[in-house]
């Protein structure tokens, strides 16, 4: 019999856990049994309410303060999550910015705000991370977008910075084998139910195969797929998107 509670005994880190869809991952692997440690960087009331949702699910849970675009702010988050957890097995590089704006409009601030969290970060996080992953034979997921995949026109930033979190993830994945498995999950339109974009998910969720948007805990399964998939499957991008890219 398949056990409810394969991540037993198992600890994961998730970047960016308070809210949203790094809060939906961190629930879906405490429900699976493992023991988690969230980091946050400006929601510590989110935070905090993860953590009470996280331990009511029977597992060990911590929240760390971490700005995942510096370098000695990752280290530290990293060394307090091993010390609390006593080891890593899950790493989920999730937090990341999102932003639209018109092609010829993008600064280079704006420019490099974006590939400092959504592509330096999964770097910078793992590679902190490595020599605990190695130790315990552990996986790195990287939350990467359907929009690292097609070229959105006002996200010529978010696009090319999501392209680059997949290619660094076929990078690591050759680079850290044989111990350490690395996958991406790349959600496509995800309905996490904010009002002013209901007219936009309305038009997207009629252009979309299933006919509908996303959830977050469909992108939770997805991590929670990764979290628990033979060491095997290593490389891949597993597109969550209804079809919408097909
Ligand atoms: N939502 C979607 O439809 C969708 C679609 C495609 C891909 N994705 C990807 O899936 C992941 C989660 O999506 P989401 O919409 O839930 O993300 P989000 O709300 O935009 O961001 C997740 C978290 O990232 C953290 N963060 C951002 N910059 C940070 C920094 N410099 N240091 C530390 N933390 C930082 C924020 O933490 P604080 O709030 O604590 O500051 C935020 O709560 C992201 O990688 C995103 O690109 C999402």
Redesign the pocket.
Do not use: W
């Given at each position: 019999m398949l056990s409810t509670q394969p991540l037993r005994g198992k600890t994961a880190l998730i970047?960016?856990g308070?809210?949203?869809?790094?809060r939906a991952s961190a629930l879906a692997l405490a429900e699976a049994g493992a023991d988690i440690a969230i980091?946050?960087?400006?929601?510590?009331r989110?935070?905090r309410e993860t953590l009470v949702d996280i331990s009511a699910l029977g597992v060990r849970a911590v929240a760390l303060g971490?700005?995942?675009?510096?370098e000695k702010s990752v280290k530290e988050a990293v060394r307090e999550a091993v010390k609390e957890l006593g080891g890593l097995d899950i790493l989920v590089?999730?937090?990341?910015?999102?932003e639209t704006v018109e092609f010829e409009e993008i600064t280079v601030k704006q420019w490099d705000a974006i590939f400092?969290?959504?592509a330096r970060?999964p770097f910078l996080v793992s590679r902190a991370a490595l020599k605990h992953l190695r130790q315990r034979k552990g996986k790195i997921i990287n939350?990467?977008?359907?929009?690292g995949i097609l070229p959105w026109t006002t996200h010529a930033h978010?696009c090319s910075s999501?392209a680059a979190a997949h290619m660094l993830t076929r990078v690591m994945a050759k680079a850290l084998a044989p111990e350490i498995a690395v996958n991406a999950?790349?959600?496509?339109?995800?309905?996490?139910g904010e009002k002013a974009a209901k007219p936009f998910f309305r038009r997207m969720a009629k252009q979309t195969p299933m006919k509908r948007n996303?959830t977050?805990e469909e992108?939770a399964a997805a991590v929670r797929f990764f979290a628990t998939a033979p060491h095997f499957i290593t490389g891949q991008i597993l597109v969550v998107d209804g079809g919408l890219s097909l």
């Open positions: 970047t960016g308070a809210k949203r869809l790094g980091t946050f960087r400006n929601s510590a989110e935070a971490c700005d995942v675009t510096e590089n999730n937090a990341a910015n999102y400092a969290s959504n970060s939350m990467g977008s359907l929009g978010y999501k999950v790349a959600p496509g339109m995800i309905d996490l996303g977050g992108i």
